[in-house]
């Protein structure tokens, strides 16, 4: 066991706390903010989001809602699903798509996922969209979603849903 003992004048040991103080006060002024937002396409995704529960239905919907979606009662299909070892170009398309709104799959490769898909009824925009069978999909791993995206089964094109909103 070592012991050592130090003599400090009342003039070394106020410089040492006024650097501390300083250093502190550096820190904390450039700690970002904790309600940050991501822009995406113009279109603000709050890290509230993150707040939301998605652990049954109503949280599930309350996610997409809080994006401005309207979601059809009762129309949830879930699904499971394993985020392949290796991504084809396809799964890559994808997964440059769910970059674009801060998602990526990359982490989650082997991984057993649920999806659940809701058919929307509104967009954000306040446009219907009951008769194009417009689908809203989120992918989720351990409660937490990890890939979302919008298709249109009329058309067959699929975008991100938070560049949507």
């Known amino acids: 066991m070592f012991v050592f003992s130090f003599k400090a004048s009342s003039v070394k040991i106020m410089c040492i706390l006024c650097a501390c103080l300083i250093v502190g006060a550096l820190v904390i002024a450039l700690m970002p903010e904790a309600g940050y937002a991501v822009n995406v396409n113009k279109v603000s995704a709050h890290s509230d989001l993150s707040k939301i529960s998605v652990k049954n239905d109503s949280g599930r919907i309350q996610y997409l809602e809080s994006l401005g979606f ?8 879930t699904s499971s699903a394993l985020i392949p070892k290796t991504f084809d170009a396809a799964t890559e398309q994808y997964n440059k798509l769910q970059k674009q709104q801060g998602f990526d799959l990359e982490k989650y490769k082997d991984k057993k996922v649920t999806s659940y898909t809701y058919q929307v009824t509104t967009m954000p ?13 989120l992918i989720i791993y351990k409660n937490k979603v990890i890939a979302a995206d919008l298709c249109c089964e009329k058309t067959g094109t699929v975008s991100g849903i938070i560049t949507a909103a």
Do not use: F, H, P, Y
């Open 70 to 77: 309207s979601i059809r009662d009762g129309s949830c299909v």
């Open 125 to 137: 925009d306040g446009t219907s969209v009951d008769d194009k069978n417009v689908l809203a999909t």
